[in-house]
Structures are given as structure tokens and as C-alpha cells.
């Protein structure tokens, strides 16, 4: 069968190949890919800056975000021929740790954690693969062209789930929300912000592109231009760039009592200088939270299906920006487009 895959740490590695079929030690249930969606973190671990390859394997077969046909499933599961699934990126560390003894691997303590497509598992970007039922979830099949977003929506599930968790430590009525970057992370967090009735601001540093658009229909306010102008008292920060200085940025604005998750992933190698000791009286002052947030558990999955739903599904396929047939998966990394936000590749073979 066909996979696009890398050698991790060789940038530029990436091919699409004929592989051999799944082993079924990787679990009873087949899966029929249908779409992948494509991340910054796909784009690092072509670049040979992350990822790893599974045991005993030279190369990794790339994709975490996927919505897939179930070919077979035994017939004592759960799951049958013909529903929809996305796979669980993370499986719990084989020691487990505590948290992955109870089914919290995206809190695992020891990193032996593996992630499809990314780290020493192979992902979900081949034509077939194998699971078990337990790291698959059901999706409806209202969600089947849009599907590949249910991950990113899951990630951002998370970090809702545990900035309400925070709140929790006294009288908390938070109203206003900043998120930072209209890419996909900040638009599902954006989603999940409003679906909690909250006055959702999107900072992003251009407007040439359907994010402005997208944001507004939503029922969001979108902003460009000088950050510190717009939504000085939010509440609640979700930081989905991962650029230095708008993490730093963000950290001094937040309310009293307010919180900032860190959801953005950045690049290494960056310096900034920055008057740390004035941070840190601001942050103690103001009973301020700044925590990152990275993954996501099953029950953060089935929130996630449940948000989608729950929206207009034709915004969500506006935030596919590109969908590609897999034999056109140069162009998915190649330059991104102007106003690209996620781009899909199609199994339709
Ligand atoms: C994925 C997460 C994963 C993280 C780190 C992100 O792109 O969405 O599930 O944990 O990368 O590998």
C-alpha cells in the first residue's frame, strides 16, 4: 500500500512509497484512511527537526490528524464495518506511569509515551492501518469531510478542560478571551470559546486572508495590528502562535486572576531579552496562570467530536483551506499559500 513517509532527523526525506500491509499486531480493527490533515509539527519533523522512527524501522510513516473507514473490527467491539474513526495520536507509556495507568497519557509522566506519525509509532498518512478499539474513536458521519480536524479540536479540548480546571480555585466568571493566531489551533479555540458563551478576540497579524472572515461569522471579534491596543483585561489567553515575543506579550496582559495556556508550539533557537523580575511581580500580583498544554486524552477526543457537531459545518470546511489528492502531497509542503489555514490531503484512490 501507498504512505508518505520520512526518515526522522533527514530533512527533506520525505517520499510517497509503497509499504508492506499493516501488522496486525497493531491491533484487530482496520482502518481505510480517508483524509489527513497536515500541522506545524509535520512540517518540523520533515524538516528533520523532530520525530522518530518506530523500533527497529528506518523510516515513520507521517500523519496524526485523519479520519478513516473501518474495513474490519471484531465482532465483540464496539466498532463495525463502515463507521468513521480518528485515531488516538498518543499511547500510553508501556511501564505506565500514573497518569497513563488511568487513561491520562497526555499528562504522561515519564515521556515513554509514543505518537503516531510523530514519535516511534507510525502515523496514519498510508492507505490502510491497524488499531485497537481503544485508541479509536467513533465520528459521525456528518463529520466525514471535515473529520481530519477532530485532533486539533481535541488539543484545544484539552486546554478548555484544564483552564476551567484552574479557574476553579476561587469565584471565577471569566468573560473575555483572547487567542492569538487564526491559524487552525486558534480557530478551534476560537469555536470552543464561543460554544462556552464567552467574547472571543482573535489577534492574528495580518488580514489578508479568509481568517477575518471566518472569525467574524463565528460570532468572534478578529484583530490585527497592535496587539496591546485590543482586549487589554481578557480573562482567559490562548497563545497558539508560539512566537517569543507574542508569548511574552500576552503573559503581560492578562486580567487579575487571569489565565494564560501556552498552546503553541515554538520553534527552538530564538532569543529574546526580556525584564523578567517586572514579569514575574506582575504575574504574583495578579494571581495570574501561565501553563502550557500539549495532547489530548480520550475523553477529550469525544468532547471534541461532540464541538464539532455542534457547529456549522460548513465554516469547518471553510478552515480547510486546501484539500489535495495524496498524489499531490508536494504541494501540501511546499510554501504555504497566503491565508492557508489546514490543509487536508484525500485518500481517493
Ligand atoms: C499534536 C499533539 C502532539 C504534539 C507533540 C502536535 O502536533 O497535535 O497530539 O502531542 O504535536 O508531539
Redesign the pocket.
Known sequence: MLALTVTPRVPKSIRLVEVSEPLKENGPVLVKTLSVGI???DFEIVDGK?GEAPPHQRHLILG??AIGEILEAPSKSPLSPGDLVTGI??HPDPVPCSNCEVGEW?MCQNGLYT?HG??GRDGFCSERYRCTPDLLIPVSPKLRRVGALV??TS?LAKAWEHIERIGSRARWKPSKVLITGAGPVGMMAALLGVQRGLEVHVYNRSSNSPKPELVQSLGAYFHTGSLQDICPDADIVIECTGVGQMVFDVMKMVALNGIVCLAG?SSRGRKLEIDFQSLNRTLVLDNNVIFGS???NRRHYKFAVEALLKADIEWLERVITRRLPISQWQAAFDERPLGDIKTVLDFLL
Open positions: 500541522c506545524g509539527t523532530y496524526h490528524e495520536v498518543r497526555d505518537e510523530i514519535k485532533e486539533t488539543v508550539v500539549v495532547n489530548a
